[in-house]
């Protein structure tokens, strides 16, 4: 079982804005990567799992500790998943207006191959199920995740490092134990609530990075 964090920043100045894009994987890593310098990389836990990760979706209210992460590697390659792993997606930004954004994610998983499905196991839409703690035992896929329906004045402000981190939840298998590829459509969009550049108070960052689930069974890996 590993642990598995997606690091995506934005930022409203520069010009990725212009074309909805997170900041890319960097072409020289700095002196001591980590999840606050380095954005379009998977990151990897060491250690023992970090608060907030659980089987099922949920929204962390804490900041993450960047010790915790480890071994970057740019979404650039398809991130290689076993069942019973586990994902967690952090979006951030080191702009010096935070204070004035609140941001909400939506994430869609689809077939990452650009073959035509064929057969049970590869028709499967998710790596993730629908479970929850209110309802542990729901096993329908999971293919779309929006954490917030509402206004961009209700979505919310940023934990205390500029950051909005959420545990996806546990990775299973498609059926008969059988590999699967998947696309993951990330998207940010984010509110300013006072003092918006000239374009207005809304912008949105989209990305959508590979993975390959082996068919392999739960467990086969150490943390």
Same mark, same amino acid.
């Given at each position: 079982?590993?642990? =598995?964090? =997606?690091?995506?920043?934005? %930022? ?14 960097? %072409? ?10 380095? %954005? ?6 060491? @250690?023992?799992? *970090? &608060?907030?990760?659980?089987? =099922? ?5 804490? !900041? ?7 071994? *970057?590697?740019?979404?650039?390659? $398809? ?5 019973? $792993? ?30 035509? !499905?064929s057969g049970e196991a590869s028709n499967l839409q998710s790596p993730l199920v629908m479970s929850s703690a209110a309802s542990p035992n729901n096993t329908y896929p999971r293919t779309v995740i929006d954490v917030d329906g509402s206004q961009g004045p209700s979505w919310p402000a940023s934990l205390s490092d500029g950051s909005w981190v959420?545990?996806? @939840?546990?990775? +299973? @298998?498609? *059926?008969? $134990?059988?590999?699967?590829? =998947?696309?993951?459509? +990330? ?6 609530? %006072?003092? *918006?550049? !000239? ?8 990305? $959508? &990075? ?14």
């Amino acid at each position: 079982m590993a642990i =598995y964090l =997606y690091n995506l920043e934005f %930022s409203l100045t520069g010009s990725n804005l212009a074309v909805g894009a997170f900041q890319p994987y960097p %072409s020289a890593l700095p002196p001591s990567p980590n999840i606050n310098n380095v %954005s379009s990389a998977w990151f990897t836990a060491t @250690g023992a799992a *970090p &608060p907030g990760v659980q089987p =099922y979706f949920q929204v962390l209210t804490q !900041p993450l500790t960047p010790s915790q992460w480890g071994s *970057p590697q740019s979404d650039a390659n $398809d991130l290689t998943l076993d069942p019973g $792993d586990y994902l967690l997606l952090r979006v951030f930004t080191l702009d010096a207006n935070l204070s004035a954004y609140q941001m909400r994610f939506t994430g869609v998983f689809g077939q990452g191959t650009s073959e035509v !499905p064929s057969g049970e196991a590869s028709n499967l839409q998710s790596p993730l199920v629908m479970s929850s703690a209110a309802s542990p035992n729901n096993t329908y896929p999971r293919t779309v995740i929006d954490v917030d329906g509402s206004q961009g004045p209700s979505w919310p402000a940023s934990l205390s490092d500029g950051s909005w981190v959420m545990c996806l @939840g546990q990775v +299973v @298998g498609a *059926p008969q $134990d059988a590999a699967n590829d =998947y696309t993951f459509n +990330v998207g940010a969009c984010v509110y300013v609530n %006072s003092n *918006p550049p !000239p374009a207005g108070n809304l912008f949105t960052f989209g990305r $959508d &990075p590979r993975m390959h689930v082996s068919g392999v069974g739960m467990g086969t890996r150490a943390a």
